[in-house]
């Protein structure tokens, strides 16, 4: 397995996914480097999903390995690598349906302190008070103040994405995973996440995001990894990868996602 350079997040070493006859992944190697901004891009298809399923636990990789901050973490379940410092928002939402935005955003934070979730947090009154206060401020960071005591279930898809995102920001994570974060938006939306995700990278925390959406990705991203056919074929800066020939054959000059 390569060595990774010291301000490496996160590592995938050499992986390989097989599903059966499809080789999904192959020779993926990438580096996560503190503090930026990592966008992985690519044709439908291409492995984005699952590359990020390896990552945090759902997939275990035919070989290679996942590293987080010097620490194999292949084979360890999702609610482990999360316990150490890995959050993730899906492309169709996790949420609590029947519970409030409020209740929401407090279980991560229980299930964080207490080291597992447990269906009856609301009634754990120990640090409530405390955990509800930083929810408070979490729902003030995500715009959606307004919507405290509204059930999740009836949210807009958008409302519901933001209320995801609040719900990893209130785990403090090492390392956000962000699956298509604007997916379903309308443009005003999608641009209010960017400046959101603008304000949460100014704190310092690293995210790599798959995103089909090029103005997000050239909005937000320092480096960014172009998949097709399961291998990484680009890397580099945003103007390097938009100008890439392969890249432009591959994604960007053909039917995008």
């Known amino acids: 397995m390569a060595t990774a350079k010291h301000n490496t997040v996160l590592h995938v070493a050499d992986v390989h996914m097989r599903f059966g006859g499809l080789h999904a ?6 580096e996560i480097e503190e503090g930026k901004i990592h966008a992985i891009i690519g044709p439908n298809g291409a492995g984005k999903s699952t590359l990020l399923n390896v ?3 759902r997939l275990a990789p035919t070989s290679g390995a996942v590293v987080f901050d ?3 973490i292949t084979g360890m379940k999702p609610h482990e690598i999360n316990q150490i410092g890995v959050a993730r928002v899906f492309q169709t939402p996790e949420i609590f349906s029947d519970l409030s935005v409020m209740e929401n955003v407090m279980a991560p934070a229980f299930a964080k302190r207490d080291g597992a979730f447990r269906l009856n947090f609301m009634k754990n009154v120990g640090q409530e008070k405390e955990i509800r206060q930083e929810a408070e401020h979490f729902i ?3 715009g959606m103040t307004a919507e405290l005591e509204t059930p999740a279930g009836s949210l807009s898809r958008g409302d519901k994405r933001r209320l995801e995102l609040a719900m990893c920001l209130i785990q403090h994570p090492r390392l956000l995973l962000l699956d298509e974060p604007t997916a379903g938006m309308s443009r005003h939306d999608t641009n209010t996440t960017i400046e959101l995700l603008k304000k ?22 320092d480096k960014i990894s172009v998949l097709a056919q399961g291998r990484i074929i680009a890397e580099g800066d945003p103007e390097t990868v ?5 890249v432009k054959k591959a994604y960007l000059g053909g039917a995008q996602e």
Do not use: Y
């Open 25 to 30: 992944l192959a020779d993926i190697d990438l």
């Open 200 to 221: 949460i990278k100014a704190r310092g925390m690293t995210k790599v995001i798959i995103e089909h959406d090029m103005h997000v990705v050239f909005s937000l991203a």
């Open 70 to 72: 010097g620490q194999v």
């Open 140 to 142: 003030e960071d995500v």
């Open 242 to 246: 938009r100008n890439d020939p392969e």
């Open 55 to 57: 990552c945090v636990g």
